[in-house]
């Protein structure tokens, strides 16, 4: 359509303290987006830097408490950061409320990927 905006792929960078989420993955690409796993254990360190050189729009991280990576990122970069959080409800909220960087505790699932992905999505799209 004519006058139509047309956005690009909506990047989410995962990093898992474990080395984990690949079915978040799967989740973020069934909804569209574009995923990047952060591989190695204790890749929710690395969230922000990853974040930063894939100019992504959404980073996701897990731990143990939920915050480690997300604070990181939030200091380091400036991206804002809810964390500490134990359902995709949650992570909706903070993408309603304008977060970038969502820290969960160990919650590799397709469903969260999904979820945030058509979230986000939904918010910039009106």
Do not use: W
């Amino acid at each position: 359509m004519e006058g139509e905006c047309k956005m690009s792929q909506v990047v989410v960078v995962i990093g898992d303290r474990l080395g984990k989420g690949h079915h978040v993955a799967k989740g973020v690409e069934a909804a569209g987006g574009k995923a990047i796993v952060i591989s190695g254990v204790g890749a929710d360190m690395r969230l922000g830097d990853v974040m930063d050189t894939e100019n992504a729009d959404i980073g996701i991280s897990f731990c143990g408490s939920g915050g480690a990576g997300a604070i990181t990122a939030q200091t380091k970069y400036g991206y804002p950061a809810h964390y500490g959080m134990r359902s995709v409800d949650e992570g909706i909220t903070a993408i309603n409320e304008g977060k970038k960087v969502l820290g969960f505790g160990f919650m590799d699932t397709e469903e969260l990927g999904k979820r945030i992905t058509e979230a986000y999505l939904k918010k910039v799209q009106g």
